[in-house]
C-alpha cells in the first residue's frame, strides 16, 4: 500500500479516486451481460443450460435443480465429516436471525384526528431469489445473510442459485431448510430468476452479491434487487488502534479480490508506517490480497477530523473507526468500532448482514436487511365524522391543484356532489 499525505499532490488524487470510483466494475461486460439476459430470456431451460455447462461446470447430463435428497445428504455427510462446522452455522444463524427479528419493523394504527385512523400492516415479498457465489471461494455465509432475513419477513419462496455448489453450501442450505436450489451461477442465473423458465419460475426480487456479470444481470434485468454490489471495499480510520489489528483487517478483505479497494486513513505518520510494515508481513504468500493491496492507500491527514471527513466522502462498504469517532460516521455500509471488532466478525457472525452496498451507494443505504423482503403499506381508515372535519382541506388543496374529481370524491360523500 502506498503511503500518501492529504495534502500533498498524490493524496489529493488518491482521495478523488476513491470518493469518485462511482459505478461498479460491471459496466465493462454490460453488452455480454446483456447478451445472455436477451439468449434466456427468449430461449428459456435450453439457453440456460447450455451456459451452465459452459460457464458453470454443469454436467451435460446433470440436473439443475439439486435434489432435496442431496441437500439431506450433504447435511448428513457434514455432521460425520466437520461437526464443528455446523456448529459454527448454528452460532452464526442465531445472531443473524436474532438480529433480523431486531429489525423488522412493527404493524401499528393510531388515530392521527377524531375519525381518522392510520397506520402501516407489513406484508412480505412472495418470492425471492438469493444469488451465492460460487467461483473462487464457496460462501455459504453469504447464503446464511440472504435466506436468514427472507425467512424472518416471511417470504413463502426462497430460491437459492449458486455455481459450483460447494458441500458446504448445500449442507448450509439443507440446515436452514431451503428446498429450492440450483446450480446454476452468472447472468444466465440472474436471467433466469427475472424472467423465469420451464425449471427456474420467476421471483419478485432478486438479492446477493456476485461477480461483474452478475451486477451487470442484475442492474440490465428490471428484476427489482437489493443493490449492485461491485467488488469488496475496507476503510479503516484510525489514529491510536493497534497496527497488526488494522493490518489484518486489511489483508483479509483484499483476499477477497484483486479488485478489492483497501485504504488506511489515520492523522498519525508513525501509526501509517507500523501498519504498512504489517501489511507486508501479514500478506507475504497470499497472492490475491498482495495484488489488492498494491492498489491501496495510506492516507495521512493532517487531522482527526479531516481523516472522518474523508471517510464519509468515500463511504466505503466496511468502515471500522475508533470508539471516540463512532459518533461521527455519516456514510458506511457497516460500521466496525474498535480494536476488537474485526471485520471479518460482520462477514460471519456477529449478526449484521454483510451484503453490503459499494461503489459509493452508502452514502444512499446501508447493507441487505430484513426490511429488504417486505412491503410497508400505509393505510387509512376514516369515518364520516373525520371525513367532515378533513374535508374542506382535501378539497382546498384538490382544487388548488386543478383536479376536481378529487373534490368531488370528498363531496359526493357528505351529501354535496352531484346527484
Known amino acids: 500500500m502506498r503511503i500518501v499525505k492529504s495534502d500533498m499532490a498524490a493524496g489529493r488524487k488518491a482521495i478523488h ?34 451456459l451452465a455447462v459452459q460457464f458453470d461446470g454443469l454436467g451435460a447430463r446433470q440436473s439443475m435443480m439439486v435434489q432435496r435428497s442431496e441437500l439431506s445428504r450433504a447435511l448428513k455427510n457434514m455432521r460425520k465429516a466437520d461437526p464443528q462446522f455446523l456448529n459454527a452455522l448454528e452460532a452464526a444463524t442465531d445472531n443473524i436471525r436474532k ?52 425467512q424472518v419477513a416471511g417470504v413463502p419462496r426462497i430460491v437459492v442459485v449458486s455455481p459450483r455448489p460447494a458441500t458446504h453450501t448445500l449442507a448450509a442450505a439443507a440446515f436452514l431448510g431451503v428446498t429450492e436450489f440450483y446450480r446454476v451461477g452468472g447472468a444466465q442465473a440472474i436471467a433466469a430468476l427475472a424472467y423465469g423458465t420451464k425449471t427456474i419460475s420467476r421471483v419478485q426480487k432478486i438479492v446477493g452479491p456476485g461477480n461483474s456479470y452478475v451486477t451487470a444481470a442484475k442492474e440490465l434485468c428490471g428484476c427489482p434487487i437489493d443493490m449492485l454490489a461491485g467488488p469488496t471495499e475496507a476503510l479503516i480510520v484510525s489514529h491510536t488502534g493497534n497496527p497488526r489489528f488494522i493490518a489484518a483487517d486489511l489483508v483479509a478483505q483484499a483476499e477477497h479480490d484483486v479488485e478489492t479497494s483497501v485504504c488506511f486513513v489515520t492523522s498519525s505518520s508513525s501509526l501509517a508506517e507500523a501498519v504498512g510494515g504489517e501489511i507486508r508481513r501479514l500478506s507475504a504468500g497470499n497472492a490475491v490480497a498482495k495484488s489488492a ?48 471488532s474485526t471485520q471479518a466478525a460482520g462477514d460471519y457472525a456477529s449478526g449484521p448482514n454483510h451484503v453490503l452496498p459499494t461503489g459509493a451507494l452508502a452514502r444512499a443505504r446501508g447493507g441487505l436487511s430484513v426490511n429488504d423482503f417486505l412491503k410497508v403499506i400505509t393505510f387509512q381508515q376514516v369515518s364520516r365524522a373525520g371525513l367532515t372535519k378533513l374535508g374542506p382541506s382535501i378539497a382546498k388543496l384538490a382544487e388548488a391543484e386543478g383536479l376536481r374529481a378529487h373534490a368531488e370524491a370528498v363531496q359526493v360523500r357528505m351529501g354535496g356532489g352531484r346527484a
Open 293 to 340: 493491496l498494491k492498489n491501496g492507500y495510506v492516507v495521512v491527514t493532517r487531522s482527526r477530523a479531516e481523516a472522518m471527513d474523508i471517510a464519509n466522502a468515500i463511504a466505503s462498504e466496511h468502515l471500522t473507526v475508533d470508539v471516540a469517532d463512532a459518533k461521527n460516521v455519516r456514510n458506511a455500509g457497516s460500521l466496525f468500532i474498535g480494536d476488537y
Open 99 to 150: 438480529f433480523a427479528e431486531w429489525q423488522k419493523p412493527r404493524e401499528w394504527s393510531r388515530k392521527i384526528q377524531p375519525g381518522v385512523i392510520v397506520g402501516q400492516v407489513l406484508r412480505p415479498l412472495e418470492s425471492v431469489g438469493c444469488y451465492v457465489p460460487g467461483g473462487r471461494y464457496p460462501l455459504p455465509s453469504t447464503l446464511l445473510m440472504t435466506v436468514v432475513p427472507a
Open 17 to 50: 479516486g476513491l470518493v469518485n470510483r462511482g459505478k461498479t466494475a460491471s459496466s465493462r461486460v454490460e453488452a455480454a451481460a446483456r447478451k445472455i439476459l436477451r439468449d434466456v430470456e427468449r430461449n428459456g431451460d435450453a439457453a440456460l443450460r447450455r
